[in-house]
């Protein structure tokens, strides 16, 4: 099944306890096709089977961690389906994906280099732990393509993350942001330069290995259930209705302008 994936590189190591999920679509900047969302929930829910996996590391190949969505993508869906049902169909993929991404019971880390956008970035908060380089960079650019945030549900997830005035700043201005502001922010909790990423994720695995496996997953499930205590309602359902209708308006506008 590891060997399996064409968007993947996954590996198991440190006596199976440790899954290295990567992303490895670099020529596409990793960005999240339906085939990686895909690819990604199908090991997710393996790996939540796997009672010998405690840790999931998340990485990407290539010069960048994850660019964000497939907007192409959603572009030659529409296009090929003006319903926008195939479009709604992949945004509900993306729900489960982060889901299972969330609701793990073992602890994740984000390996987190390059560039980390969007969508991107939504999937690396969604880890209990992230490392990242020194020269990473981050950014929300939802609204300066012309689309809402409403993928994954992971809105919600960064908002929680990072506060909601620091974010609603980052969202509405659409800005780029260096690591040092994501530390502070709190979506990054170490920073390391590029070279050392590897010793620094390692330096978490470690103790995370030594622990009681029923205690470490144990305090998993407490964590998550502290968490879903803050929120009364899944907003994430919404998602695949707000970025259909959202992109269809975008297509209709570049068809009337192409006319024009």
Same mark, same amino acid.
């Given at each position: ?32 096709? &339906? ?58 993929? &993306? ?69 909601? &005035?620091? !974010? ?8 780029? !942001? ?79 302008? &192409?006319?024009?």
């Amino acid at each position: 099944m590891l060997n399996d994936f064409k968007t993947l590189h996954v590996e198991q190591r440190d006596e199976d306890r440790v899954l290295s999920i990567q992303l490895n679509v670099p020529e596409a900047g990793n960005a999240l096709s &339906a085939r990686v969302v895909d690819e990604l929930h199908t090991v997710l829910l393996a790996a939540e089977d796997d009672p010998q996996i405690r840790v999931l590391i998340l990485s990407g190949a290539g010069d960048n961690f994850c660019l964000g969505g497939d907007r192409g993508e959603f572009s030659s869906l529409i296009a090929a389906d003006p319903s926008g049902a195939s479009l709604k169909s992949l945004v509900n993929k &993306a729900n489960r994906m982060c889901h299972a991404l969330r609701s793990t019971e073992k602890v994740t880390i984000a390996r987190l280099h390059g560039g980390v956008i969007g969508a991107g970035l939504g999937l690396a908060v969604l880890c209990h732990l992230r490392v990242g380089a020194s020269d990473s960079h981050y950014r929300m650019p939802e609204l300066g393509v012309g689309v809402p945030p409403a993928w994954g549900g992971l809105l919600p997830r960064l908002q929680h993350e990072v506060g909601a &005035a620091r !974010f609603r700043h980052l969202l509405l201005t659409a800005k780029k !942001f260096d690591a040092a502001l994501a530390a502070e922010l709190s979506i990054l909790q170490e920073v390391v330069p590029a070279s050392d990423l590897d010793e620094a994720v390692t330096g978490l695995v470690k103790p995370l290995l030594r622990r009681d496996a029923e205690s470490l997953r144990t305090t998993v499930q407490m964590l998550r259930s502290y968490e879903s205590a803050t929120h009364f309602a899944d907003v994430s359902l919404l998602d695949p209705e707000v970025l259909t209708a959202a992109v269809l308006r975008r297509e209709l506008r570049r068809q009337s302008f &192409a006319v024009s």
